[in-house]
T-cell receptor, first 116, second 115 residues
Framework: AQSVTQLDSQVPVFEEAPVELRCNYSSSVSVYLFWYVQYPNQGLQLLLKYLSGSTLVKGINGFEAEFNKSQTSFHLRKPSVHISDTAEYFCAVSDISNFGNEKLTFGTGTRLTIIP | DTEVTQTPKHLVMGMTNKKSLKCEQHMGHRAMYWYKQKAKKPPELMFVYSYEKLSINESVPSRFSPECPNSSLLNLHLHALQPEDSALYLC??????????????FGQGTRLTVV
């Protein structure tokens, strides 16, 4: 079984400042890692994913994340945030042996609020 | 087309009603999912269909009945729901290709209110 911990439930950040949203996972097997964003009253949109290869992953909207196997972390970063980045961000994992994301396990989410 | 389309967007139903949620994708994906999301909580997996067969049922009550008529459609039939079943119901699909690029595409969800 896998679990995901998002340490910060809410993160307020001033516009144009950098941000890091933290994600740690626990699993006895290899996993795929994902970050999703959810805007109010919307579904989930994939920001980026780590399947294999380079541990630094770049995604949409200027976001990137780094997979750190020794620290079992997959923190999300953006060098300069915009008002439109205000949303809920979910980190998720899936068991690699299940051919990818048969079963996504989500963290509890981080509410990112951008302050003008 | 990289969309997962869910209908209706909003649904209000009584505890004695029968209703259905619908989900459609035309990306050729062979895995489809139903998730339930309560307010201010993460999505929780309910069902997984793989190649039109139910592969995972996360101990969901029988008042929720999934159906996969073909590879593009996924339904969730609702009957005798309780107010605590009010939530955002999300449909997703993924290619289900072992060893290849994979990700789940989510629909916009159906906001269900049980009265």
């Amino acid at each position: 079984a896998q679990s995901v911990t998002q340490l910060d439930s809410q993160v307020p950040v001033f516009e144009e400042a950098p941000v890091e949203l933290r994600c740690n996972y626990s699993s006895s097997v290899s996993v795929y890692l994902f970050w999703y964003v959810q805007y109010p009253n919307q579904g989930l949109q994939l920001l980026l994913k780590y399947l294999s290869g380079s541990t630094l992953v770049k995604g949409i909207n200027g976001f990137e994340a780094e997979f750190n196997k020794s620290q079992t972390s997959f923190h999300l970063r953006k060098p300069s945030v915009h008002i439109s980045d205000t949303a809920e961000y979910f980190c998720a994992v899936s068991d690699i042996s299940n051919f990818g994301n048969e079963k996504l396990t989500f963290g509890t989410g981080t509410r990112l609020t951008i302050i003008p | 087309d990289t969309e997962v389309t869910q209908t209706p967007k909003h649904l209000v139903m009584g505890m004695t009603n029968k209703k259905s949620l619908k989900c459609e994708q035309h990306m050729g994906h062979r895995a489809m999912y139903w998730y339930k999301q309560k307010a201010k909580k993460p999505p929780e997996l309910m069902f997984v269909y793989s190649y039109e067969k139910l592969s995972i049922n996360e101990s969901v009550p029988s008042r929720f009945s999934p159906e996969c008529p073909n590879s593009s459609l996924l339904n969730l039939h609702l009957h005798a729901l309780q107010p605590e079943d009010s939530a955002l119901y999300l449909c997703a699909s993924s290619p289900r290709n072992k060893g290849l690029d994979t990700e789940a595409f989510f629909g916009q969800g159906t906001r269900l209110t049980v009265v």
